[in-house]
């Protein structure tokens, strides 16, 4: 009988983990839990239990032994050039599961275990650091512009380290989209606009059920509109609202999302009458949407995150002023003029809002 080698070490380490303290730790357990008035009883019954199991770890060890004999002769009979390239020995098996004690102690690990111990040591300790390390990236991005520009210093420099990861890479898009907003220079702010699609675009190809991923895409979507001819920017649109739908079908909860779609809808109510036309003929069914679709998105962010963000409440204000519902548009105005300017975004937020408020 051969044995594969994942079955031969699973079994040793199952033996050895269950045979060490933690059988003295399941009989204190058991007794903990049982009543006073039957204790010596009890304390017989787990004897005879303990002896049982025993008696199966006896049993099963005998198999394993027998198996390590097969696997003896299958590895003998392999010729000797394939052996020398990585075979595991019968030796680290038999190690792995004997019961024999040695100078330290009987379960002494295996080179075999101990090489899978410090792998898995080392694989936990290297996704806690890429959990600080993202941590500290989205602090640094919620913060002011530049804690953005150290968010983006930080991940160019750790790009070598992380490039395969679409986590990092669709943090690395939404920075060059923050970097975006910040610059003045036409050709700088494309730079910055197509590296957003291109590192977005890889996220998405290496994990698609995210809503991370889905949401960055479609605001570099959105942020390469600038710079598209017309036709190329309305096809970006459809595209824009796929992966914001496909984001809220993941993420219903999230105010930044229902914010998304809102700006969407009050986009497309707001094109143009030569873009409304333009896209009647290049589409079977142009993009339509109606400015009481885009005040529901948007009223929903705000139940979600009550003043989350300046621009939202701006944009109800917008809403409410397209319906000539002026009273109402003044008071969203008020209150995200009390919101604080935390960024560029915020910035311009306010000045949209000081200038409307002018009007109502």
């Known amino acids: 009988m051969s044995l594969s080698d994942n079955t031969a070490v699973n079994i040793g380490i199952g033996i050895a983990i269950f045979v060490g303290g933690n059988l003295t730790a399941f009989a204190i357990s ?3 839990k049982r009543g006073k008035n039957s204790r010596s009883r009890e304390i017989e019954d787990l004897t005879d239990q303990i002896k049982e199991l025993k008696k199966q770890i006896d049993e099963l060890n005998k198999t394993l ?5 097969g696997l003896r002769k299958d590895i003998a009979a392999i010729p000797s050039d394939r052996k020398s390239r990585g075979a595991l020995s019968v030796w680290s098996f038999k190690t792995a599961c004997s019961d024999d004690e040695d100078d330290n102690g009987p379960w002494q690990m295996s080179p075999v275990q101990e090489s899978g111990a410090n792998g898995i040591q080392k694989a936990i300790s290297n996704e806690e650091k890429k959990r600080l390390f993202y941590g500290k990236i989205d602090e640094l991005y919620a913060g002011p512009d530049e804690d ?4 983006m210093r930080m991940l ?9 990861d679409w986590e990092f890479l669709w943090r690395l898009g939404r920075s060059h989209i923050s970097i975006h907003e910040m610059r003045e220079l036409v050709e700088e702010k494309k730079t910055h606009a197509l590296a957003s699609l291109r590192y977005t675009e890889g996220a998405l190809k290496i994990y698609e059920p995210s809503a991370d991923v889905h949401k960055w895409h479609a605001v570099a979507l959105g942020t390469m509109t600038d710079y598209l001819p017309t036709k190329e920017k309305i096809t970006n649109g459809f595209k824009l609202k796929d ?28 094109l143009s ?26 009223e929903k962010a705000e139940e979600i ?3 989350f963000y300046k621009a939202n409440q701006l944009y109800i204000a917008k809403c409410h002023y397209e319906k000539s519902e002026y009273d109402r548009a003044r008071a969203w105005l008020v209150s995200a003029q009390s919101l604080p300017i935390v960024n560029g975004d915020d910035e311009k937020s306010h000045q949209e809002v000081v200038a409307l408020l002018a009007k109502v």
């Not at 032994?65 to 004999?69: A, I, T, V």
């Not at 953005?148 to 968010?151: L, T």
């Not at 496909?246 to 930044?256: G, I, K, N």
Request: hydrophobic letters at 40%; a negative charge.
């Open 305 to 307: 995150n009550r003043g």
């Open 30 to 32: 058991l007794l903990r």
């Open 65 to 69: 032994h027998d198996n390590l004999d």
């Open 243 to 270: 992966h914001i739908l496909r984001a809220l079908e993941l993420s219903p909860s999230d105010a930044t999302l229902h914010f998304m779609m809102g700006r969407w809808c009050y986009g497309v109510y707001m």
């Open 273 to 298: 009458w030569v873009e409304r036309k333009l896209a009647a003929t290049l589409f079977a069914t142009p993009p339509q949407s109606t400015v009481e679709d885009a005040l529901k998105y948007f």
């Open 148 to 151: 953005k520009e150290n968010a």
């Open 156 to 164: 160019q420099d750790n790009e070598i380290n992380y490039k395969d």
